[in-house]
């Protein structure tokens, strides 16, 4: 297969259900039987990275409101996640947790793609690729966040040279970094934080959808630091490119073992 911009190498979504005052009747919803009739792995135990068809359970930590409105992740007591390279087995199963779930609760779907990257050179890939975080057990790495962002008209008026350039540091005459674009300020995220992000199929993103869905993994002793390198990156003295950055909810999560465990 050629491989362009373009090219579709994987499709993922997050499934956000909220429970309302009586979670009861979800938990004995058959959707551990469907992941498992559509082949998928759940990511809890994984010890090899992402599985090739992925599922995996998050019960609401906390989560704290954006930019946006968005009452589905700013409700969600529960998110799933499913991907896979086939878009469809992750539409399968979100057609049918939504059915499932439409009578006793409140579900939102949000779906995306991976493309190769855009403004990763070799020395790049290096930096931020090469050494970052894979996933692990959730029992090594339990927290969950998904941070869905919106970039503004104004961003994607720009070339697309000129969008790369917010992501490396800037420097005057003298040599001397004037900030330090998003790679080095989100730097000490690489080594602890496992980060996956999603985009939409269509860039920029229709009008009430999101541009890119991330989301991240770490260690109990890493939870700090995943909230010192979102700080960073919203400082736009350090990161000018958030100046162009529209937030939705940051939603934080735990791992879970299966379906019934999110509503226990």
Known sequence: MTVTLDTILRYGAYVCVHAGADARPLAGLPVDALAVRLGLTNEFATTTGHPADAIAFLRRVNVTAGHLDDAGLLGADAVVHVASDAASKRDAFCDEVARLVAPVAACAIYRGVV?????????MHEFAYAHQRTQESAAAMPHAFMLP??????????????????????FDDTGRMINEGHALAAAAGVPSLMRRTYKNATMPAPDGEYDFLTYFECANADVPNFHAVCAALRDSSRNPEWRFVQEGPLWHGRRVPAWASLFG
Request: aromatic content about 20%.
């Open 149 to 170: 962002l919106k970039k503004t008209p104004s961003w994607w008026q720009k070339d697309w040279m000129e969008r790369q350039t917010y992501f490396l540091p800037r």
């Open 115 to 123: 493309r190769p990257t855009l403004y990763t050179s070799g020395a």
